[in-house]
C-alpha cells in the first residue's frame, strides 16, 4: 500500500503527501546530481526518511536541481556554497533559487525563502515535482526533435503540434507507438489507462523489439506484470521514477515523468528526409514564440493566474486569462458580472471577453490604436505581445509607485532612469533602456553592488568585450538580482543585444527591491 503523510503546519493547517513520490524525487536527485562536489555534504539523501526537507533547507541542492532541468538558469558563482552559512546566506540563496524557479515556469506564488528553511513538506515537494517535470519535457519539442513531425494525423499541420503542450505530444508519441504495433488500445492519461501494465508492455517491444518481449502480456498477477514491465524498461536503461506499485495504482505524476524519460532516450522515430526538414524548418522559424512572448507568459504565471499559460499566443484568446491579469495589477478594474466565464466558450462570447479586455486596457490610459478583441480571438502575435507588454510594464510601474517617495505620481521611465544614474557611483551612465553601453553588463553589475555593496565580487567580472565576456556579465548580473530578491525575466541574450522592453523590465525590478528594503 502507498503511504501518505500528513503534516501540520505553525498555522494549524494540515497537508499531506505521499511517500512514493518523494521517494521517486529523491532517487532522481540522487542519481542526477551525484557527480557535484559542492553537494558531497548533501548527498547521497536517505530516500526512506525525512533528511530530504533538512538537505534542501540551504537552497544549495534546488538551485543545482534547476540548473540539471534547465542548464545555465542559474549563475553557480553566484550560490553562497561554504560549510557554515548565515541565516542571511541561507536566505540570499533561497531567493536566488525561488526567482530562478519562476524564470523556467514554476508556480511558486506560495512559497518564500521561510518555507524552504523551514522544510515544509508539502510546498518542497511541489516545487520540487515541478523542477523535474520542467527538466522532463524541456526537450519534448520540435525545436529539439524534429522528427515528432511524425505524429500529425490527417488534415493537421505544424501549427496544430506546436499548439500542444508537452504532456499531450508525449500521450501522442505513446500512441503513435501503439498504433504502429497493431494494437488496439490508446492512452489518453498517465493513470487509468497505463494501470494494467499492457499498454506499457506494447511501448517497449515496439521501439526495442530485441531486448524488450511482450512476454509481460501473459502475466495475470497485476504487481508482477508491472515488475516484468520495469525488467524490460531496466533493460533500455529507463527504470527510474516508478516502483511496480505506482504503475498498479497508476500515480499520474510518476508515470508522466516515467514515460517522458523513456521519450528522451528512445523515441523511436525515423529521422526526417532534408526535404520534410527544409519545410519543417520554415514553420518552426516563423511560428516559434519569441522570446518577449516567453518573458510575458513567466511573468502572468508569477502572479497567480489559473490556469497555467504555457502558449501566450492561444491561451489568452478567450480573454479571460487576460482579465484575471487585469484584476491582479488593478484591483478592481474588471466588472466580473460582465465577463463570460461558463466554458466551453463560444466565439462570440470569446470575442466579447476580449473587446472587454481592450476596453479595461483604454481606461488605463494604454496605446491601444489599432488593436481590437478580434486580434487576441485570433491570435495576432504582434498585437497580443503590444497589449500584455503595456500589462507588465504598469504592473511594474504600480508597484514602484507604491514605494516611491514622489506620491501622487507614477513612475516614468525617466524615473527609473535617472534613479539607476543616481545609484551607480562609477562614473557610469545610460541614456535610455536602448543604450547600446548596457550590452557589456557592467552598468547593471554596478547598479546591483550599489543596492547592495560588496554583492557583485569584481574578480568575476569581465570588460564585458567580446560576446562571451558580455554573456558571462549578463548570466552574473541576473542570478545577483535574483539572489537580493529580484523577479527577473530577462534572459542574458535580451541584455547583450539590448532589447528595451527587458532592461526595462530588469531596472525597475531592482529599483522595487532597493526602494522596498527603504520602508
Known amino acids: 500500500m502507498a503511504s501518505v503523510n500528513r503534516v501540520t503546519t505553525t498555522t494549524g493547517a494540515s497537508h499531506s503527501f505521499a511517500d512514493e513520490e518523494k521517494e521517486s524525487f529523491v532517487d532522481h536527485i540522487n542519481n542526477s546530481l551525484s557527480h557535484d562536489d559542492d553537494l558531497a555534504r548533501h548527498l547521497p539523501i536517505n530516500p526512506q526518511d525525512m533528511s530530504l526537507f533538512e538537505k534542501t533547507a540551504d537552497g544549495i541542492l534546488l538551485c543545482k536541481l534547476i540548473n540539471d532541468a534547465v542548464p545555465d538558469t542559474i549563475d553557480e558563482r553566484v550560490i553562497n556554497k561554504k560549510a557554515k552559512l548565515s541565516v542571511f546566506e541561507i536566505t540570499e540563496n533561497n531567493n ?5 524557479a519562476k ?27 515541478q523542477i523535474i517535470r520542467i527538466g522532463l519535457l524541456s526537450k519534448i519539442s520540435l525545436t529539439h526533435h524534429p522528427e515528432l513531425y511524425r505524429l500529425l494525423e490527417p488534415g493537421e499541420d505544424i501549427s496544430d503540434l506546436l499548439k500542444l503542450p508537452p504532456d499531450q505530444i508525449l500521450l501522442r508519441w505513446f500512441n503513435y507507438h501503439l498504433k504502429n504495433a497493431g494494437h488496439a488500445r490508446r492512452v489518453t492519461n498517465f493513470s487509468g489507462d497505463i494501470k494494467d501494465s499492457e499498454n506499457y508492455t506494447v511501448l517497449l517491444n515496439q521501439l526495442a523489439p530485441n531486448k524488450c518481449s511482450r512476454a509481460p502480456l501473459s502475466i495475470n498477477d497485476p504487481a508482477q506484470r508491472a515488475e516484468a514491465v520495469l525488467e524490460n524498461a531496466a533493460k533500455l536503461e529507463c527504470r527510474k521514477f516508478v516502483t511496480a506499485r505506482d504503475i498498479v495504482k497508476g500515480n499520474p505524476k510518476l508515470n508522466l515523468a516515467f514515460v517522458a524519460n523513456l521519450f528522451n532516450k528512445h523515441p523511436g522515430l525515423e529521422p526526417l528526409s532534408e526535404e520534410e526538414l527544409s519545410s519543417l524548418e520554415e514553420w518552426l522559424f516563423a511560428s516559434e514564440g519569441t522570446r518577449e512572448a516567453r518573458a510575458f507568459a513567466l511573468w502572468i504565471n508569477s502572479l497567480g493566474i489559473e490556469p497555467f499559460v504555457t502558449n501566450l499566443f492561444n491561451d489568452l484568446q478567450d480573454g479571460l486569462i487576460l482579465l484575471r491579469v487585469f484584476d491582479k495589477i488593478s484591483p478592481g478594474s474588471v466588472d466580473w ?37 478580434s486580434d487576441i480571438c485570433d491570435g495576432n502575435q504582434t498585437l497580443t505581445l503590444a497589449l500584455v507588454w503595456q500589462m507588465m510594464r504598469f504592473h511594474i510601474v504600480a508597484t514602484l509607485s507604491s514605494l516611491s517617495t514622489a506620491s501622487g505620481r507614477q513612475v516614468t ?15 557610469r551612465r545610460i541614456n535610455g533602456f536602448k543604450d547600446a553601453s548596457i550590452r557589456n553588463g557592467l552598468f547593471l553589475l554596478d547598479l546591483l ?19 562571451q565576456e558580455a554573456t558571462n556579465n549578463a548570466k552574473y548580473a541576473i542570478s545577483i538580482a535574483r539572489k537580493l530578491g529580484a523577479t527577473i525575466f530577462c534572459l542574458p541574450e535580451d541584455i547583450i543585444e539590448v532589447k528595451p522592453k527587458m532592461i526595462l523590465t530588469f531596472v525597475g525590478s531592482v529599483m522595487a527591491i532597493a526602494l522596498g528594503s527603504q520602508h
Open 96 to 100: 536566488l533559487m525561488i526567482n530562478s
Open 103 to 129: 524564470a523556467i515556469g514554476c508556480s511558486v506564488v506560495n512559497i518564500g525563502a521561510q518555507d524552504i528553511i523551514e522544510g515544509r513538506p508539502h510546498l518542497l515537494l511541489g516545487l520540487i515535482w
Open 337 to 373: 458580472k460582465k465577463v463570460n466565464q461558463k466554458e466551453p466558450l463560444t466565439k462570440f462570447k470569446k470575442l466579447e471577453n476580449t473587446n472587454y479586455a481592450i476596453n479595461i486596457g483604454k481606461e488605463l490610459k494604454f496605446s491601444l490604436v489599432g488593436i481590437a478583441g
Open 413 to 427: 521611465d525617466q524615473d527609473m532612469i535617472d534613479w539607476a544614474n543616481g545609484a551607480v557611483k562609477t562614473g
Open 449 to 467: 553592488n550599489a543596492v547592495k555593496p560588496g554583492t557583485v565580487d569584481a574578480a568575476l567580472v569581465t570588460p564585458g568585450e567580446s560576446d
